[in-house]
């Protein structure tokens, strides 16, 4: 985090340092302290203390120590080496400098050790040394180390100290996951400056709170002067991204256009990803055309964007076109484009791609490749290829893997082999969901009553249920979700009414809803409990159908995967209501437009 970097202690020229510290200053201009982080460098100036005994100094020694520690991560077992040689006590300053090394390279648990080794050489700690110390903690597993450095810290009287100790608290707690109690220190801490904010933003991206992390940044707006920066435009287009949320991320490039704000390659790279995944492939692709500077990450990013809008040659023009100018594949461009060719059924290239990885792009085949190729394979009914090719590869298949196989035998309706998967797959995690509910479908389809019941009791005995579906819709710049079965919306009424009426429309076109699939209804749908008619997307696209007129857009991110019942309404309403209907589903975007979908069932 910058604000440690730019602590005025450790930017401090050594003078201050040192009259600070009430040391002569002539001893001080013997010595040249440069600010390179050159080790060269700063060899001679530890040779020069030797040789003129300001090694027994412990303020000259200190700063060298802190000048090692502080200019580059591999330089920090010579600051170690430096620090263990000191014959008096190092004062705060230089175990700062030193926990600060640590906490900066990620290796947190030494920097906690070296805090409580500092606590033990009876040595305070100072408003400096909290802030590294809960940067560390922030990144430990376990958030004891940081709760108890919370504690000490208000022994001391250092809580409501300084901005910099309580954005550090901030961020500790966002990261623990706390994000509430964060919240709470926020709304205390008197000072906020662009980093609090930001550390509160991403607190609530990482527990996946993305619509509170869009509000705080709209309060940051409203009512405090501070202008976003870098970090936080990333979080919240991020946090677009993850909503399909079109609207406020229009607004959010806006705003960055508007503020003359740098646009990083991050930055523009997250501009891309935002675009592709609320739907909107062509802003995105140029935008893409329009940067100036283009690395592999978002030259993949954009080939698995075509990917999930299943335009799948279009991926591999990419592919090739970023070869072209020298730009190397790595793995997971290797993914996005074997994801492409899985989308659009383009069968030989995917399976000639994976044979040539190795030899010409030096990329080993991972788990996730091999997961794609099972995927296409399966999505194009080879399923005894699918299943050969699992068991041929030198790793080890894991529960994914399978699961691409188990989607591919329920759509194929291979019981058989799809009954061996599940089994695969219960040996690797016996709680997972999807593989119960197939093996009981499967036992039922046979009559096989005892089994089915024994799978059910299993399932009961050890509390598996699948996680329930949600959809979003963004509607004027605000999120909604549903979740299946909901009644919560303050529409709900309205919603409902429009259920019956897309019931009354299916019958009268005669359009059954769609039941043979619920026999092989696995890990994509909800519950059985929750009727189909209920499923989140329906009511997601209720609402919106309230809510629009006709020759709208309606957006939908659904959690899931979309089931087939919900995939032939969405094409009845696009066609009957007259509007276009954007789902983006766990796996890629559907576009329905007057009756079809541009997955052309493929999916
Ligand atoms: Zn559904
Ligand atoms: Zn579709």
């Known amino acids: 985090m910058h604000y440690h970097c730019s602590s005025p202690e450790m930017r401090a020229p050594l003078s201050t340092v040192i009259s600070r510290q009430n040391s002569s200053s002539k001893l001080l201009q013997s010595f040249s302290f440069s600010t390179s982080s050159n080790i060269k460098t700063l060899k001679q100036t530890h040779a020069n203390l030797i040789r003129t005994q300001g090694i027994h100094n412990p303020l000259l020694i200190g700063k060298l120590i802190a000048d090692i520690a502080t200019s580059h991560p591999s330089n920090l077992p010579y600051a170690r080496s430096v620090f263990s040689q000191v014959q008096t006590q190092p004062n705060t300053f230089t175990w700062n400098s030193l926990i600060r ?43 004891c180390v940081g709760l108890s450095l919370h504690g000490s810290l208000i022994r001391r009287g250092f809580e409501d100290f300084d901005e910099y100790i309580q954005t550090s608290l901030i961020n500790f707690y966002a990261s623990c996951g706390s994000v509430d109690v964060a919240c709470k220190l926020f709304d205390k801490c008197p000072v906020r400056d662009v980093t609090t904010w930001n550390a509160l933003i991403k607190g609530y ?26 970090i936080t435009m990333l979080a919240v287009v991020s946090a677009c991204a993850h909503l399909g949320a079109l609207e406020v991320g229009r607004w959010m490039h806006a705003y960055i256009d508007r503020n003359r704000m740098r646009t990083s390659l991050n930055l523009a790279t997250a501009l891309v990803n935002m675009y592709v995944k609320c739907g909107e492939i062509e802003i995105a692709s140029s935008l893409f055309r329009g940067m100036k500077e283009r690395d592999v990450r978002v030259w993949s990013v954009m080939i698995s964007g075509l990917a999930i809008h299943g335009l799948g040659k279009e991926a591999l023009g990419l592919f090739y076109e970023m070869q072209s100018i020298g730009i190397n594949p790595d793995s997971v461009t290797l993914t996005a484009v074997l ?24 990329v080993e085949p991972t788990i996730e490749h091999y997961g794609c190729i099972v995927d296409l394979l399966g999505r194009a009914g080879r399923l005894k290829e699918a299943l050969g090719l699992i068991q041929r590869i ?23 082999m799809g009954e ?11 709680h997972h969901a999807g593989a119960h509910v197939f093996l009981s479908n499967v036992y039922a389809s046979y009559k096989k009553w005892e089994l089915v019941e024994e799978v059910r009791n299993s399932m009961k005995d050890q509390k598996i249920r699948k996680p329930p579906g949600s959809s979003l819709i963004e509607l004027d710049g605000v999120v909604h979700e549903f979740v299946s079965g909901d009644s919560s919306h303050p529409d709900s009424q309205k919603i409902y009414l429009m259920l019956d009426e897309f019931r009354r429309i299916r019958r009268m076109k005669e359009h059954q ?26 009511l997601a696209v209720a609402f919106g159908l309230i809510k629009t007129k006709p020759g709208s857009q309606l957006r939908i991110v659904k959690n899931l995967r979309i089931c087939e019942d919900c995939h032939s309404l969405m094409k009845m309403v696009s066609e009957f209501f007259k509007r276009d209907v954007i789902v983006r589903d766990r796996s890629r975007f559907h576009h329905f437009r007057n009756g079809d979908c541009s997955c052309k069932e493929y999916w």
């Open 205 to 230: 991206i990482e527990c996946e709170r993305y619509n509170d992390a869009i509000r705080v940044f709209r309060v940051m707006q409203d009512r405090s002067k501070v202008k976003g920066d870098e």
């Open 394 to 416: 030198p790793l080890k298949p894991d529960v994914a893997l399978w699961g691409a196989l188990l989607v591919a035998c329920r759509v194929h309706k291979d019981v058989d």
């Open 420 to 430: 061996k998967v599940a089994k695969e797959m219960l040996e690797l995690d016996p």
């Open 339 to 362: 994801s492409a060719c899985s989308h659009s059924g383009l069968v030989n290239e995917g399976l000639k791609l994976l044979d040539r990885m190795q030899i010409d792009y030096l």
């Open 101 to 143: 090394g640590y906490a900066h390279c990620q290796n947190p648990t030494e920097a906690i050790a070296l805090f409580r080794l500092m606590l033990c050489n009876g040595v305070s700690p100072n408003n400096y040394t909290y802030p590294f110390a809960l940067k560390a903690s922030a990144s430990l597993p376990d958030p």
């Open 513 to 538: 809803p769609f039941s043979g699939q619920m026999l092989f209804d696995i890990e994509e749908e909800e519950d059985k409990e929750v009727c189909l008619s209920q499923h989140s997307e329906k």
